[in-house]
């Protein structure tokens, strides 16, 4: 049997996915030979690289023939190949399983659980982490934790460079990293060692998300990294709205830790103390760890920084969460609260996805059960004695992670060894419930989810009882305090023999369960991934390895058998459920998680500031431990999407013509505008070439309308003149001629008609205001929907309005003398806030400031003066 027909049972992106992440590598790609299927790089783009899978039918020298599996024949270098040891997942199975179960004490045993962990691992019924699955066996260096919490940095040069080191490390060997800079004194503060002031604990994140931008662009395998900060620091609202400034933090997740105290003083609108430990404590090198209580208990100062509204915050919060996704939130006390190692290593933040909280040293290694592998069709029902089964088996593979994988770190070792932390997930729910004609979230199945998640929280509970039994207890294991966590309160009011269980045998993992996010593995396998519903049914997926569309089999499958019919309403998927469902669900599912969950609450475009705000309380008295939304559209690149195949190729070919077309303009390119064609023509300067070009040239009179818009530089007028009923042109007046904001105004007025203007092409205003919305700068105005980041983003909102209006369409209308306009208030200058307070706009033109960069410069007596900065030009 070829290669080919062996790797039959996985195709297209999940093969891509399987060999590209997961098959065991061959390191020396001169081992590459006629006949082996290999991943050849297709395109080298930085951003949007393009794999494909094929098989090699000719070598000469360095250089290989490969045929990929779309019959084409692509040239190239063998450094550009992937090579594998393992062609097929029956090869990596026969790997994990001699693997996991070589820990065991004897040859008998070793014997026993390979057996049974091959059954386990077959045809998909768990999928190992990504770490398990690519290291386990295959590598002495790689570790098969996914999750790793470091500590907070201590407060100093040193402290500071030592976590970038473990986090450098850790992600170097495949791992994710958590940290909580909340032990780095604030903004401004006093450093007595070197007689100045602190940048502050936001500025060392954005060391340590750029160094995590080089992992990812120095290796196969990206940097993923979490930073947390406390809602007691004082340079919580600049870590909010840090994302809002280009180029900071760009390379990782954010979430705030709330505690109880916080959301009572945001509900009954009450102050809130910023505040931070007495920095000139003699005991402060030696003991601050970024842990405010136990600093406060054991009798050391803090230092009040100020006194805010909590509901000042929390609104902060909201409104960049609705903008762009984060920061997410972390209710850090309630999970404290339940976590079974409350009474030995508290949790100080999360890993890069927020699924697994972890304390200091802390790590996990996450595996999924494939859910959809547990449907009964004969008796239309779940295999509850083989979800059972699988569930034991489960547990103690990954009990086995923890002795079989290399450690980096002794302090690592020291800790995971003394907790013996695992966490068994699931994939493929939604898979399930359609099959079993249950809609993902109703009040159904928000039963059948209490259902099914008490029963794999109760198996793997006495699953880890019986290993405890055999091979010991965690050694931080407290019968009577463990069973006082909230988690195994409730556990053990709905099944007593759990705790019976545990107070006879023990208990050999401090956690067992967390539900990860399961996105590349779900999607390899060809199911739902995580808890999450599908996305949609038909999608395409940018990725590492390409653009690919993707078709849901279940899906496709019903509408092969029923020609002609709509699906049922039990094929739901993420952007039909309203943003309440997905809190329900993962409430309910939260119940039964020892640990955490990655969920997120998928929101349409017109999900409001309001509703936002009302969503993240809701998460909270629900018991969530944590909330994260995702507004459509709220980010420029999204993973996912659900656009047509041909017009996401159709905007990618403009994007490109237009690039091309931009450049040879300046550059002169004789052969290139030879290639064109359109109404302009150009006589070249040497000689009587004609050149037609793809620009329409500007008749005598235009009509559209001018947009008054305010700006954080100052009112902005932005015309906007249509051509054939399409905008055509965009003239803004911003601030005063002669300053650098008019410049500029005038500069990107200029681009956008160009790029209008070129061309025949429908999608060329969607593609505008598409990459013109949402641009940031040193500051924003307006509140909600009326916000207003930039000049960027007001000539975003001023060509949505335009087209909304009538304008911007197709339609018949008689020439004028003159160009007609109309001025509209497209976004009003004063509005009001959700806490009822007015945000009364100022109209005063502001320029850039040559010392800090903000649009801070004013004139003042003459002289033009930073009110930032305090920079001073005179004129």
């Not at 090579?83 to 790997?95: A, F, H, Q, V």
């Not at 089999?553 to 019903?558: F, S, V």
């Not at 976004?827 to 307070?837: A, L, R």
Request: glycine share 8%; charged share 25%.
């Amino acid at each position: 049997m070829s290669d080919l027909q062996r790797t039959s049972r996985l195709v297209g992106l999940s093969e891509k996915i399987f060999l590209d992440r997961y098959a065991w590598k061959d390191a020396d790609s001169n081992h590459a030979k006629v006949g082996d299927v290999v991943l050849v790089l297709t395109k080298d783009d930085p951003k949007f690289p393009t794999k494909e899978v094929g098989e090699i039918v000719k070598r000469e020298g360095r250089i290989v023939t490969v045929m990929t599996r779309s019959g084409e024949l692509v040239e190239s270098d063998i450094e550009r190949l992937t090579l594998n040891i393992e062609k097929t997942p029956e090869e990596m199975w026969d790997r994990l399983a001699k693997a996991m179960s070589s820990v065991e004490a004897t040859p008998e045993l070793q014997s026993e659980w390979q057996d049974k962990f091959r059954y386990l691992l077959d045809d998909w019924k768990l999928v190992p982490g990504g770490r398990i699955a690519a290291g386990a066996g295959a590598s002495e260096e790689l570790t098969l934790f996914n999750c790793y919490v470091i500590p907070s940095p201590k407060d100093s040069r040193g402290g500071i460079m030592n976590t970038l080191t473990e986090m450098t490390e850790i992600m170097a060997r495949g791992g994710g990293v958590g940290i909580n800079l909340s032990s780095l004194r604030p903004h401004r503060s006093i450093v007595k060692g070197v007689n100045g002031s602190s940048s502050g604990a936001v500025s060392w994140g954005g060391l340590f998300s750029y160094t995590t931008g080089l992992i990812e662009q120095g290796g196969s395998r990206r940097g993923a990294l979490m930073l947390m900060i406390n809602d007691w620091h004082p340079d919580v609202l600049d870590f909010i709205t840090v994302k809002q400034t280009m180029g900071q933090v760009t390379n990782a997740n954010l979430s705030v830790c709330i505690s109880n105290g916080f959301m009572k003083a945001v509900k009954e609108d009450l102050d809130w103390e910023l505040v931070f430990p007495d920095t000139t404590d003699p005991e402060y090198d030696e003991l601050w760890d970024g842990d405010l209580e136990k600093w406060k208990q054991s009798g050391h100062a803090v230092i009040p920084y100020r006194t805010v509204k909590a509901r000042e915050i929390w609104n902060t919060i909201i409104e960049a969460a609705w903008k762009s996704a984060e920061p997410g939130i972390v209710f850090m006390e309630h999970y404290n609260d339940m976590s079974n190692s409350w009474y030995f290593n508290p949790i100080i933040c999360t890993n890069p996805c927020g699924e697994q909280g972890l304390p200091a040293w802390g790590v996990c290694n996450l595996s999924a059960i494939n859910l959809s592998k547990f449907y009964d069709e004969e008796n239309h029902d779940v295999n509850w004695d083989d979800l059972a089964t699988t569930t034991h088996y489960s547990v103690r593979f990954l009990d086995n992670v923890i002795s079989k994988t290399p450690y980096h770190f002794e302090e690592n070792e020291k800790n995971q060894k003394n907790e013996r932390r695992v966490g068994l997930g699931t994939m493929g729910l939604a898979e399930l419930m359609i099959k079993l004609n249950i809609r993902y979230g109703s009040p159904e199945s928000l039963e059948f989810l209490d259902k099914i998640y008490a029963f794999i929280a109760r198996e793997s509970y006495l699953a880890s009882a019986d290993i405890a039994s055999e091979k010991g207890s965690f050694p931080a294991f407290d019968a009577e305090k463990y069973l006082q966590s909230g988690f195994m309160r409730n556990m053990t009011d709905e099944f007593p023999e759990v705790g019976e269980a545990i107070k006879d045998k023990g208990m050999r993992n401090v956690t067992v369960i967390t539900q990860a996010p399961t996105g590349s593995t779900g999607t390899m396998v060809g199911t739902s991934t995580g808890i999450e519903p599908y996305f949609a049914f038909k999608y395409f997926r940018q990725s590492r390895l390409g653009y690919d569309e993707q078709f849901v089999p279940i899906a496709q499958e019903w509408l092969e058998a029923h020609p002609g019919q709509p699906l049922p309403d039990y094929f739901v998927t993420a952007m039909d459920l309203s943003a309440k469902d997905h809190i329900r669900v993962q409430a309910a599912i939260q119940r039964w998680v020892d640990s955490s969950i990655s969920k997120t609450a998928n929101c349409p475009s017109d999900f409001t500031v309001e509703e936002t705000a009302e969503l993240y309380e809701m998460a909270f008295d629900l018991g969530c431990k944590g909330v994260t939304i995702y507004r459509d559209g709220s980010r420029d690149v999204q993973v996912l999407n659900t656009g047509k195949k041909e017009e996401a190729e159709d905007v990618a070919a403009l994007e490109e013509e237009v690039e091309q077309q931009v450049a040879d303009h300046f550059a002169g390119d004789e052969a290139a505008l030879e290639s064109l064609s359109g109404n302009l023509t150009v006589v070249e300067p040497q000689g009587s070439k004609v050149v037609d070009k793809q620009y329409k040239s500007r008749p005598q009179v235009l009509r559209g309308a001018t947009y008054k818009i305010n700006t954080p530089f100052g009112m902005a007028y932005i015309t906007i003149n249509d051509l054939d009923g399409i905008p055509s042109e965009i003239f803004l007046n911003v601030g005063k001629a002669g300053s650098d904001v008019f410049a500029m105004a005038e500069a990107l007025g200029r681009v956008c008609s160009l790029f209008l203007r070129y061309g025949d092409h429908g999608h060329k205003v969607e593609l505008l205001i598409k990459h013109l919305k949402g641009i940031g700068g040193s500051g924003a105005i307006g509140f909600g929907v009326n916000r207003v980041e930039s000049i960027a983003d007001a000539v975003a909102k001023a060509l949505e309005s335009h087209v909304q209006s009538g304008f911007g369409r197709d339609h018949d209308h008689d020439p004028a003398p003159v160009a007609a306009t109309r001025e509209t208030e497209a976004i009003v200058s004063q509005g009001i806030g959700n806490n009822g307070h007015k945000h009364v706009s100022k109209e005063t033109s502001r320029d850039l400031c040559p010392g800090c960069g903000t649009a801070s410069l004013i004139n003042i007596e003459g002289c033009k003066t930073c009110s930032n900065c305090g920079y001073s030009k005179c004129s």
